[in-house]
C-alpha cells in the first residue's frame, strides 16, 4: 500500500503526478478532500508544502505518524523547527535549486525601479507617449552601490551580478565573511547609510523580524532604494509605506509581503513601487528542480536513509 502523504499547496503538474504515482497523496487545498483528509490522519507520514506557508504546531500534533516534513522552498519561519525535531520529524527544504532565480529576481527588480520599466509600460499604454509627454530620466545601476543585507547563498550570487552592471558591492551578516572583498558593515542601519540600493536577502527569523525598520530606511535616504526577496516578515511594512509616501526613501521593489497575498492596499496605490505576487524562484526550470529535490527527500525517508537536505 502506498504511503499516505498530505499535500498543502499546489505543485507542477509533472511533480504532482510523480507523487501520485509513489503515494496516497491528500490535497489540503481541494476543499472537496478535507473529509478524506480527516479521515486519513492517523495514516499520514509526510507533509509537502510551500515555504510560505510551512505547516502549524497544531497540524504537527493531529498527524500522530508524521516523520517528514518536506518544504518545496527555503523558508522555514513557519515551521516550529525545535518542535519538529522534539516529535522526530525531519524538515527539509530545497536549499541550492532556487539561489540563481531569486539573485536574478533581485536584480531584475533593481533594474525596474531604477530605469523605470514598470512607470514606462504604464505610460506608453496610456498614450502619453502618443501624445507628447516627456517621460522622465532613470538612474543607472553603474556607480550604485548596493547593500546586500544578508549573504547567505542568494545574496552573494546576487552581489556577483550586481558587480557585472557596475554596482559596488558591500554587505550586513552577522558572520563577517573572509573570502570576499565587499566591504561589511555592523548592522542594517550602518550599511543602508552606506548604500543607494538596499537588497534584504536575510532569512526571515525572530532576530531578523522587521529589521528594515525606521531608522533603517532613514538611513538608506531620499534616494536610496529598498529591494525585498527575502520575507516580508523582515520589512516594517507601516514604515517603509510611510517612507514611500513622504520622500525619505525613493522608491522600493518587492517580491515578498507579511500578509501575502493580501497585501496592504497602500502598496498599491504608491507609484514608486515595483510589485511582484512572490515569483522569485517562479520557472519552469527552478520549479522542476525544487520538485525533484522534494522527492529525493520523501524517497530518502520512505527508504531509511537521512535526507540530504534536513534543516533540523
Not at 522587521?210 to 514604515?239: F, M, Y
Request: negative net charge; hydrophobic residues 45%.
Amino acid at each position: 500500500m502506498k504511503p499516505h502523504l498530505l499535500l498543502v499547496e499546489p505543485m507542477m503538474t509533472e511533480i504532482e503526478t510523480r507523487l501520485d504515482t509513489a503515494y496516497q497523496v491528500h490535497r489540503l487545498f481541494d476543499a472537496a478532500q478535507h473529509d478524506g483528509i480527516e479521515a486519513a490522519r492517523g495514516n499520514i507520514r509526510a507533509v509537502v508544502t510551500g515555504g510560505g506557508t510551512g505547516l502549524a504546531n497544531d497540524w504537527i500534533d493531529r498527524l500522530p505518524l508524521l516523520g517528514i516534513i518536506a518544504v518545496n522552498g527555503v523558508g522555514t519561519d513557519r515551521i516550529d523547527l525545535a518542535y519538529a525535531r522534539k516529535r522526530n520529524v525531519h524538515v527539509t527544504t530545497t536549499q541550492g535549486a532556487l539561489t540563481d532565480e531569486v539573485a536574478d529576481m533581485g536584480l531584475a527588480l533593481i533594474l525596474a525601479v531604477l530605469r523605470r520599466i514598470v512607470e514606462g509600460d504604464r505610460f506608453l499604454r496610456n498614450g502619453r507617449w502618443h501624445a507628447g509627454e516627456q517621460f522622465p530620466l532613470g538612474s543607472s545601476p553603474r556607480g550604485k552601490r548596493l547593500g546586500v543585507l544578508g549573504l547567505g547563498q542568494i545574496g552573494r550570487a546576487l552581489g556577483t551580478r550586481a558587480e557585472v552592471f557596475g554596482m559596488a558591492v558591500r554587505y550586513s551578516n552577522r558572520t563577517h565573511y573572509h573570502d570576499v572583498a565587499w566591504p561589511h558593515f555592523a548592522d542594517a542601519t550602518a550599511l543602508a547609510a552606506d548604500s543607494d540600493v538596499l537588497a534584504v536577502c536575510v532569512a526571515a527569523t525572530p532576530d531578523t523580524r522587521r529589521v528594515v525598520n525606521d531608522n533603517v530606511l532613514k538611513a538608506l535616504g531620499p534616494q536610496g532604494t529598498l529591494i525585498n526577496i527575502a520575507r516580508g516578515s523582515v520589512v516594517d511594512e507601516e514604515a517603509l509605506i510611510a517612507a514611500l509616501r513622504d520622500g525619505t526613501i525613493a522608491a522600493a521593489g518587492l517580491d515578498v509581503f507579511e500578509n501575502e497575498p493580501a497585501i496592504r492596499k497602500d502598496f498599491l496605490e504608491l507609484p514608486n513601487v515595483v510589485l511582484m505576487p512572490h515569483q522569485a524562484s517562479a520557472t519552469v526550470e527552478t520549479r522542476r528542480a525544487m520538485g525533484n529535490m522534494v522527492l529525493a527527500s520523501l524517497d530518502a525517508y520512505f527508504t531509511g536513509r537521512q535526507p540530504e537536505n534536513a534543516v533540523n
